[in-house]
């Protein structure tokens, strides 16, 4: 019986051996894109042993990228056939149920996916399975399993990103925020995140932060050119809002100023500060108000009074020389 054995288990081991060969031949082509050479492999891998689901599951993968929907949905099946806990191809099936927009079906095989306790892409299904709700039009559930996949990896920059963006749509400026400064804290510290943030401060109006994002993005040597075009359009709007600013501000000045009168009394100048202080104080025992200190080059000016025209400040000029108080008239900037 020994000597029975010995041959078979060697055959065992020989074809292990041919197909783990092909398997990873298959799976550096499919990560370089050569999806036509990762099908060759994969397929010759399945004829060496047709009851090894990774195999399955590969192909079905590979499938899936190149649209062969049909051949990816056999491919998953056949690896659940022969082993019916291997979730990640239960996953796997989820994912390309979502893909061809047969929903019930997606929601089934993710959730039978994340039910194994053992399997360890949970995060994934709840992913995909927020993106199935989604596009149901269920967003409460679309946010509650976006939540369990960043809940389950924190670390899921996809499932992160788009619980920002999310977060964003829905003005939860806070949320998103705190979401994306987190990541940072992380040390990831990604054009998208940085993109991410800069978005977050020009909604909520911190344009100083979110220049800064903005900086950030475009001294990054991995942002593509969509990212730069993007952070090129956020600093457009940035610098808009704050020549708007401004000149709502000078808008403002001007009407306080026409408002308070442009004109005012000029009664004294001082090279110290303090001797205009002194005047001041005098000025308002005799009772006046409305006296202003302006410093200009180092002199230091006792302005008296705001009046709308210089007919009002001069009628005011004739009333203080009754009181002994001389000065002329000036334009009050």
Same mark, same amino acid.
């Given at each position: 019986?020994?000597?029975?054995?010995?041959?078979?288990?060697?055959?065992?081991?020989?074809?292990?051996?041919?197909?783990?060969?092909?398997?990873?031949?298959?799976?550096? *082509?499919?990560?370089? @894109?050569?999806?036509?050479?990762? %099908?060759?492999? +994969?397929?010759?891998?399945?004829?060496? !042993?047709?009851?090894?689901?990774?195999?399955?599951?590969? #192909?079905?993968?590979?499938?899936?990228?190149?649209?062969? +929907?049909?051949?990816?949905?056999?491919?998953?099946?056949?690896? %659940?056939?022969?082993?019916?806990?291997?979730?990640? *191809?239960?996953?796997?099936?989820?994912?390309?149920?979502?893909?061809?927009? !047969?929903?019930?079906?997606?929601?089934?095989?993710? @959730?039978?996916?994340?039910? !194994?306790?053992?399997?360890?892409? @949970?995060?994934?299904?709840?992913?995909?399975?927020?993106?199935?709700?989604?596009?149901? /039009?269920?967003?409460?559930?679309?946010?509650?399993?976006?939540?369990?996949?960043?809940?389950?990896?924190?670390?899921?920059?996809?499932?992160?990103?788009? #619980?920002?963006?999310?977060?964003?749509?829905?003005?939860?400026?806070?949320?998103?925020?705190?979401?994306?400064?987190?990541?940072?804290?992380?040390?990831?510290?990604?054009?998208?995140?940085?993109?991410?943030? *800069?978005?977050?401060?020009?909604?909520?109006?911190?344009? !100083?932060?979110?220049?800064?994002?903005?900086?950030?993005?475009?001294?990054?040597?991995?942002?593509?050119?969509?990212?730069?075009?993007?952070?090129?359009?956020?600093?457009?709007?940035?610098?808009?809002?704050?020549?708007?600013?401004?000149?709502?501000?000078?808008?403002?000045?001007?009407?306080?100023?026409?408002?308070?009168?442009? +004109? /005012?009394?000029?009664?004294?100048?001082?090279?110290?500060?303090? /001797?205009?202080?002194?005047?001041?104080?005098?000025?308002?025992?005799?009772?006046?108000?409305? #006296?202003?200190?302006?410093?200009?080059?180092?002199?230091?000016?006792?302005?008296?009074?705001?009046? @709308?025209? &210089?007919?009002?400040?001069? &009628?005011?000029?004739?009333?203080?020389?009754?009181?002994?108080?001389?000065?002329?008239?000036?334009?009050?900037?």
């Amino acid at each position: 019986m020994l000597v029975a054995c010995a041959p078979k288990a060697e055959k065992e081991a020989e074809k292990e051996k041919e197909w783990r060969y092909l398997y990873d031949l298959g799976m550096s *082509a499919y990560f370089a @894109k050569n999806y036509s050479e990762a %099908i060759a492999h +994969f397929y010759r891998a399945t004829k060496v !042993d047709p009851e090894e689901p990774k195999i399955w599951n590969a #192909l079905g993968n590979t499938y899936m990228a190149v649209g062969e +929907f049909r051949k990816a949905e056999e491919s998953f099946l056949r690896a %659940i056939q022969v082993d019916p806990t291997f979730s990640e *191809a239960r996953m796997n099936l989820g994912i390309l149920y979502f893909r061809m927009k !047969d929903y019930r079906k997606a929601i089934d095989n993710l @959730k039978a996916a994340i039910s !194994d306790e053992l399997f360890d892409k @949970k995060h994934i299904a709840f992913y995909h399975l927020a993106k199935v709700y989604k596009e149901m /039009g269920e967003v409460d559930r679309y946010m509650e399993y976006l939540k369990k996949a960043t809940a389950y990896n924190p670390l899921f920059i996809e499932a992160q990103l788009e #619980l920002g963006s999310a977060y964003m749509d829905a003005k939860e400026y806070d949320k998103a925020e705190k979401l994306y400064l987190s990541l940072l804290s992380n040390n990831i510290r990604r054009p998208e995140v940085f993109l991410s943030l *800069a978005k977050v401060y020009h909604e909520t109006k911190r344009l !100083d932060k979110a220049k800064d994002m903005v900086r950030m993005v475009l001294e990054d040597k991995q942002t593509n050119n969509l990212q730069r075009s993007q952070a090129y359009e956020i600093l457009s709007k940035i610098l808009i809002e704050e020549q708007r600013r401004t000149m709502k501000i000078l808008e403002e000045a001007r009407k306080r100023k026409e408002e308070e009168g442009r +004109f /005012g009394i000029q009664v004294a100048a001082f090279s110290t500060k303090r /001797g205009a202080e002194r005047l001041v104080e005098r000025l308002r025992r005799k009772g006046l108000s409305k #006296l202003d200190i302006v410093e200009v080059s180092g002199i230091y000016k006792v302005i008296y009074g705001r009046f @709308k025209s &210089r007919s009002e400040a001069k &009628r005011e000029l004739e009333r203080l020389k009754d009181m002994e108080i001389y000065g002329f008239i000036v334009e009050v900037e």
